[in-house]
């Protein structure tokens, strides 16, 4: 893999360095971090420094369903388990389906805490076997959320250890590993958006028409700011969409919005206007009033 951190890390002040080292230390590497693929790379390292080798990492998009795979990414070959994953029953009984959807809490994984957590079917564990062949015994993950747009995740971090020693690691380090895969998830994303248009090769025509789309601008319109025919913004228009993936104009300006070309909308567009909202509780409120 490449994207390493090569430049000096900067000095942390000593009111930063209270959290524990290895975290402080993962999250100002993080700072430096500017492409998907440097973020990918410091997390299987802190991951691997806990022997945890066996890094997964899966988002969907598509509320409420969440039936569609933004993207899964594996610090290992593990096209055997998407494989098993073309089962519907198999995927339908996973972490990510079964917990990451609906629930915030980190959960413990693996064969090692089968009777530990929600039923599963035959079918699911013999997956779990075959992952402990693997090496991946037991595991610690970390469900993920973003909510503009929405999207779901799941960062799983395993190795091939017994249940005592798996629960020596979360002992140990499940805080560092749970903020550390929330800080991650965080920044990859915010690269993830900005690279799309590398990824899918969206030149800058094709951006500028994407901002327009996504300001709500008709076609007429948008083909007099471009300086071309309406039918030569609908072949380009078509041309995106294929791209993109997306499937009306609707979807174009969602993606104009989650890639961070347009201004939030809950931001006014008048910075001269006042539009922060402010909340304060009341001082004198007893510990009743928080029930």
């Known amino acids: 893999m490449t994207g390493t951190v090569s430049h000096t890390p900067r000095a942390l002040f000593a009111a930063e360095q209270h959290t524990p080292e290895l975290l402080h230390r993962f999250l100002r590497d993080l700072e430096d971090c500017d492409t998907t693929e440097a973020v990918w790379l410091r997390l299987v390292q ?12 899966n988002v969907a998009s598509a509320a409420p369903t969440w039936d569609h795979m933004l993207f899964s990414r594996t610090s290992y070959d593990s096209r055997w388990l998407h494989e098993a994953n073309q089962d519907p029953e198999v995927m339908r009984w996973s972490y990510f389906q079964g917990h990451a959807r609906h629930h915030l809490t980190p959960i413990l994984l693996g064969l090692e805490f089968v009777e530990e957590n929600f039923h ?14 693997r090496g991946l015994r037991s595991g610690f993950a970390v469900p993920l959320r973003v909510h503009a747009p929405p999207q779901v995740g799941l960062i799983a971090f395993l190795g091939d250890h017994s ?17 550390a895969a929330l800080s991650a998830h965080q920044r990859y994303m915010t690269h993830f958006a900005r690279e799309f248009f590398v990824r899918n090769d969206i030149s800058e025509k094709q951006r500028e028409m994407l901002v327009l789309v996504g300001l709500g601008y008709q076609d007429k319109v948008i083909a007099e700011k471009l300086g071309i025919s309406v039918s030569a913004l609908r072949q380009r228009m078509h041309n995106l969409m294929a791209k993109a993936g997306a499937h009306n104009r609707a979807e174009i300006a969602a993606l104009a919005m989650s890639a961070g070309l347009l201004p939030d909308p809950q931001r006014a567009l008048d910075p001269e206007s006042e539009n922060t909202l402010f909340q304060m509780d009341r001082t004198d409120l007893g510990d009743d009033s928080l029930s």
């Open 120 to 133: 599963l079917p035959e079918v699911r564990v013999s997956v779990l076997r075959e992952a402990a062949r």
């Open 46 to 57: 802190l991951a691997r420094s806990l022997e945890l080798p066996f890094v997964d990492y």
């Open 163 to 179: 249940r005592r020693d798996m629960l020596a690691i979360v002992k140990a380090h499940g805080w560092v590993l749970h903020v």
